[in-house]
């Protein structure tokens, strides 16, 4: 039996969860626009998956945390569609162009047939757009990353041979969210005095970049057990690495040795970026690093909390016991049923 817990996090990368008030009133959007039918275990699936909302941007206020709820909404739903089994390759590859063109265009791609996810992805992306005001650049970076991140989904469903860690990360750089994540951290901070120019500070980028890599390593131990349920294990190193190098137990160790790598890698750059600033925009420097750091602890945090991950079969005991205190889901639905 292993633990998530062998995962080690810099104190000031976990913070406690924001209120939570933000997923109820998005969860009444998402009936609204139909996406959901509203009963307790479409509730249980949305409040399980959308507490990262509030355990990635912990210190955010309540009108930020419902932006980031409807972007990571949109996220997540595209996402579950996406690695359906339900779904064959067409499907897939058309819807992504229909959330491309809304998010790029601000247009339906076919206005003869426009599916809710669509009418909710244009209703976000409205609701974005109105959040930044002037600051267009903003708006437009996080437009940018949120495509790579959509447009990564299909080919990596389909990269089943994968069988170098390193290339699975030059995959996972994108995939993993990570860019669009910290970049809806940005678009949450319209006045910042930090230019977008900064994403193209090769020691930003690198930080950016090994914040995925982190991330990555992380996701494919919580999402395991998940995803050999689902017969989406075959991209996951902790799967196809053991025919390289042996067993469960050495590939775990080389990801958890991987990790550690990592995350001091990410420490060392923040202090470099931090000291290399000007002042006028340290303060504002510093949110963001913080705020990627927090995303990456908030994710760790997410997933010993939510049921998104558990399995009976999982080699993890985090994710094998049944606790109620994990997500007390009665008191969520009551609460959202006499409110």
Same mark, same amino acid.
């Given at each position: 039996?292993?633990?998530?817990?062998?995962?080690?996090?810099?104190?000031?990368?976990?913070?406690?969860?924001?209120?939570?008030?933000?997923?109820?009133?998005?969860?009444?959007?998402?009936?609204?626009?139909?996406?959901?039918?509203?009963?307790?275990?479409?509730?249980?699936?949305?409040?399980?998956?959308?507490?990262?909302?509030?355990?990635?941007?912990?210190?955010?206020?309540?009108?930020?945390?419902?932006?980031?709820?409807?972007?990571?909404?949109?996220?997540?739903?595209?996402?579950?569609?996406?690695?359906?089994?339900?779904?064959?390759?067409?499907?897939?590859?058309?819807?992504?162009?229909?959330?491309?063109?809304?998010?790029?265009?601000?247009?339906?791609?076919?206005?003869?047939?426009?599916?809710?996810?669509?009418? =909710?992805?244009?209703?976000?992306?409205?609701?974005?757009? %109105?959040? /930044?005001?002037?600051? !267009?650049?903003? $708006? @437009?970076?996080? *437009?940018?990353?949120?495509?790579?991140?959509?447009?990564?989904?299909?080919?990596?469903?389909?990269?089943?041979?994968?069988?170098?860690?390193?290339?699975?990360?030059?995959?996972?750089?994108?995939?993993?969210?990570?860019?669009?994540?910290?970049?809806?951290?940005?678009?949450?901070?319209?006045?910042?005095?930090?230019?977008?120019?900064?994403?193209?500070?090769?020691?930003?980028?690198?930080?950016?970049?090994?914040?995925?890599?982190?991330?990555?390593?992380?996701?494919?131990?919580?999402?395991?057990?998940?995803?050999?349920?689902?017969?989406?294990?075959?991209?996951?190193?902790? =799967?196809?690495?053991?025919?390289?190098?042996?067993?469960? %137990?050495? /590939?775990?160790?080389? !990801?958890?040795? $991987? @990790?550690?790598? *990592?995350?001091?890698?990410?420490?060392?750059?923040?202090?470099?970026?931090?000291?290399?600033?000007?002042?006028?925009?340290?303060?504002?420097?510093?949110?963001?690093?913080?705020?990627?750091?927090?995303?990456?602890?908030?994710?760790?945090?997410?997933?010993?909390?939510?049921?998104?991950?558990?399995?009976?079969?999982?080699?993890?005991?985090?994710?094998?016991?049944?606790?109620?205190?994990?997500?007390?889901?009665?008191?969520?639905?009551?609460?959202?049923?006499?409110?």
């Amino acid at each position: 039996m292993y633990s998530i817990y062998d995962f080690k996090f810099p104190s000031d990368w976990i913070e406690p969860a924001a209120d939570d008030k933000c997923i109820y009133d998005c969860y009444k959007e998402v009936i609204n626009f139909k996406l959901l039918e509203e009963n307790k275990q479409t509730f249980q699936y949305y409040y399980g998956t959308l507490s990262s909302t509030i355990n990635f941007y912990p210190l955010c206020n309540y009108d930020q945390l419902v932006i980031a709820c409807r972007f990571l909404t949109v996220g997540y739903l595209v996402d579950d569609f996406l690695e359906s089994n339900l779904v064959d390759s067409e499907t897939s590859n058309l819807m992504s162009k229909k959330i491309e063109n809304i998010l790029i265009d601000g247009e339906y791609l076919d206005q003869s047939e426009i599916s809710n996810i669509e009418k =909710y992805t244009m209703f976000f992306r409205g609701k974005a757009r %109105e959040f /930044v005001g002037d600051k !267009i650049n903003i $708006f @437009n970076q996080f *437009i940018k990353f949120f495509v790579e991140w959509i447009n990564s989904i299909n080919p990596f469903n389909k990269a089943i041979n994968l069988n170098n860690y390193d290339s699975y990360n030059f995959f996972k750089k994108v995939n993993s969210g990570t860019y669009v994540t910290l970049s809806m951290a940005m678009l949450l901070n319209p006045n910042t005095k930090v230019d977008t120019n900064i994403w193209m500070n090769p020691r930003f980028e690198r930080f950016v970049c090994n914040g995925a890599y982190q991330m990555s390593a992380f996701n494919d131990c919580a999402s395991y057990a998940k995803e050999i349920r689902s017969n989406c294990h075959l991209t996951n190193p902790l =799967y196809f690495l053991q025919k390289e190098i042996g067993s469960f %137990e050495q /590939v775990y160790k080389l !990801i958890l040795n $991987f @990790n550690n790598k *990592i995350v001091n890698d990410i420490c060392k750059d923040e202090e470099i970026l931090l000291k290399e600033c000007p002042d006028n925009q340290k303060d504002d420097l510093k949110y963001l690093t913080s705020s990627m750091k927090l995303i990456l602890g908030g994710n760790y945090s997410w997933s010993l909390k939510c049921t998104r991950f558990n399995d009976k079969d999982s080699p993890f005991i985090e994710q094998r016991s049944i606790n109620n205190d994990v997500i007390a889901y009665e008191n969520i639905v009551n609460k959202i049923i006499k409110s």
